[in-house]
């Protein structure tokens, strides 16, 4: 039987300590510590200071060891470590060490008690105010709005809105407590404890109250976090075609296309139709991908479409976000239904039918974006009073290149639909009266496809226009 370590041989590599001093051999017998340490000192060159309290012998013999491995092992040896400063080592035992840092730490905290507290605003160029808050406080609470809490639910209206407006433009202090103090769990926190920071966003300012030397350490932290956000520019074309509409024009522009989990089901180079539910089984959701040399193709399949009345776009909106925050598009119509009660009697009232598209774009490191999207479509059902609204809910990710187009399908919709056209009065005549009428029926089943194109804005030709 073979028995093997558990432990990760690159794990424990990476442990050790690296040592890169020059050679050297040492051979003594019962040498005092101190009498080693002075030889090391000489053979380096660099100033080594013992502690009174470093005492005793050591045995040792070493050939071709780095000095500084040297110097650990004696160390080991005899329960000492040390403290580098320049060309200059201090050497005493590692208990000393400690409490004398210990004491160190507190006179500093004491010194910095003292120190008279000075009130600063700092002009953003960039940075959200409120978020510069988050920054220095490390109370992740104050900051804007992201990606991840954005949601086409009518419950977030006010998110959104708040996350537009500011919310109020006065921000309170950040001070002590939970939204000031350095904790375990506020790490990050860049002012003192005695300091605290608010907001003003109408001047996009921040206001720090703090100690000087806290004030520079607030400098340093805005100076690389308040810097321009790259924005990205999402076209949008929401089209409604029938179900028919795959099979007569598909989209021969060898793209690729995802299944539900995922994986890729077609290559590039091959005609390819946009995923599509069958006509048993519950409809499914795909996602495929257009290269950005292929896009006017794809504008001329979706002119084609219209042209031959096999769909139509129903809206087409251009909108602007920074990096990581979402873009809403609503497009609906309110239904008016009748209420009464026993105060008002009888009122009309309104219900929103809407279509949301919710786009939060991610730009990577190599220009690709990553997209989270969300899309509700509203369907009013009006056999009730008030009308019920069927809600069909899809969110997905999808990651896409700068310029090319992500196309989401899979949300269908049917529509029934039976009416009579008849000649007055002929055609209510009995028998001859079919002669002068007919019936129509109408049963057709809807696609809504929804193309998403997301460019990168290139910040010097923004500052130019």
Request: net charge negative; glycine share 8%.
């Amino acid at each position: 039987m073979e028995l093997r370590s558990l432990e990760d041989p690159r794990a424990a590599k990476a442990d050790k300590p690296v040592y890169t001093g020059e050679k050297l051999t040492l051979n003594f017998q019962n040498v005092e510590v101190r009498a080693v340490l002075q030889v090391i000192a000489d053979f380096t060159g660099l100033n080594i200071i013992a502690s009174d309290t470093v005492a005793g012998n050591v045995t040792l013999r070493l050939k071709d060891v780095p000095w500084d491995q040297a110097l650990d092992i004696i160390m080991r040896a005899k329960g000492l470590d040390k403290r580098v400063s320049g060309n200059v080592i201090w050497v005493a035992p590692r208990d000393e060490l400690m409490a004398k840092e210990k004491l160190e730490l507190e006179a500093r905290k004491s010194v910095a008690e003292l120190e008279p507290l000075v009130t600063r605003s700092y002009p953003l160029n960039y940075l959200r105010a409120n978020d510069a808050v988050a920054v220095v406080t490390g109370d992740s609470r104050n900051m804007s709005s992201t990606q991840d809490d954005a949601t086409c639910s009518p419950s977030s209206t006010g998110i959104k809105a708040d996350m537009v407006t500011g919310g109020s433009t006065m921000g309170g202090t950040s001070t002590s407590g939970s939204g000031g103090r350095a904790t375990k769990d506020n790490v990050n926190r860049v002012l003192s404890e005695r300091g605290g920071a608010t907001f003003d966003l109408t001047t996009n300012t921040l206001i720090v109250t703090d100690t000087p030397s806290r004030h520079a350490a607030v400098e340093d932290v805005l100076k690389s976090v308040d810097v321009p956000t790259r924005q990205v520019m999402i076209e949008a074309r929401v089209v409604i075609a029938g179900d028919n509409f795959n099979q007569d024009l598909g989209v021969k522009l060898g793209f690729r296309k995802f299944d539900n989990s995922g994986n890729t089901t077609g290559s590039v180079g091959t005609d390819v139709d946009l995923p599509r539910a069958g006509i048993v089984g519950a409809p499914t959701f795909g996602v495929s991908l257009v290269n950005a040399a292929s896009n006017f193709l794809l504008d001329l399949e979706i002119k084609a479409l219209e042209i031959n009345r096999k769909g139509k776009v129903m809206s087409n909106p251009r909108v602007v976000t920074t990096n990581l925050k979402p873009a809403v598009i609503l497009q609906g119509t309110q239904i008016p239904y009748l209420s009464s009660s026993a105060n008002t009697g009888t009122e009309t009232e309104f219900k929103d039918a809407l279509l949301c598209l919710l786009v939060a774009p991610q730009i990577l490191n190599n220009d690709s974006i990553i997209l989270n999207v969300e899309v509700t479509k509203d369907v009013p059902d009006r056999t009730f009073s008030p009308p019920a609204i069927n809600v069909r809910r899809v969110k997905t990710q999808v990651r896409v290149n700068n310029g090319d187009t992500a196309i989401l399908g899979g949300i269908f919709e049917q529509e029934t639909e039976q009416g009579e056209e008849k000649v007055p009065f002929l055609g209510d005549l009995p028998i001859l009266g079919y002669l002068f009428k007919s019936r129509t029926e109408k049963d057709e089943k809807r696609e809504m496809l929804i193309f998403l194109t997301p460019r990168i804005i290139d910040e010097n030709l923004a500052a130019v226009r």
